[in-house]
């Protein structure tokens, strides 16, 4: 679907979520996390993208992810609560060590909602009593560790000077 349908999915999503029509909710957010990255992909890569109108697809992303790890939960799919957070966290993390000029605009943007995905992923963890889950989250805690590291390293390297 194009980016103007995956808006109004979302968007019709969360007035469903606030009726507390879950179930409907969750087949137009799983559409939305279907095509969202890909829009998030395609945006990166365009000259003409504005730093706000990705800064709107990263909060988007967000939003998405944690409502429908929200939804997952209820319905007794932690397993898949878990991926949805984690893979939105990890397509924000791989996106933050890009080097463009617009990844480097929205850099705030991206460690604040890779950080607040980071922090759900935390809590639903935790809240799940199980050791299997703390393991899964220490792993994850590892992998940002290590994101953080190459993100501190790319921006202390100079960048390349071309002498003709």
Known sequence: MDLQQCWSCF???EELLKQGHWPQAHYL?????????GHIHQA???QDTKPCQ??????????????????????GQQSRAFEVLNQSYGLLQFLAIES???IGSVSLVLEKHSED????MGAFCHAQRNAQWQL?????ERAHHHFSQLKRFNELQPSSVVIN
Not at 54 to 75: H, K, P, W
Not at 117 to 120: A, V
Not at 136 to 140: A, G, S, T
């Open 11 to 13: 968007l019709k999503a």
């Open 29 to 37: 957010l799983e559409d939305v996390l279907h095509d969202l990255p």
């Open 44 to 46: 990166a890569s365009h």
């Open 54 to 75: 990705f800064a709107c697809l990263i909060a988007g992303l967000r939003d998405t992810a944690v409502y429908q790890s929200e939804i997952l939960n209820n319905m």
């Open 100 to 102: 463009s000029d617009l």
């Open 117 to 120: 995905l980071l922090k759900h």
């Open 136 to 140: 899964e989250y220490e792993q994850v």
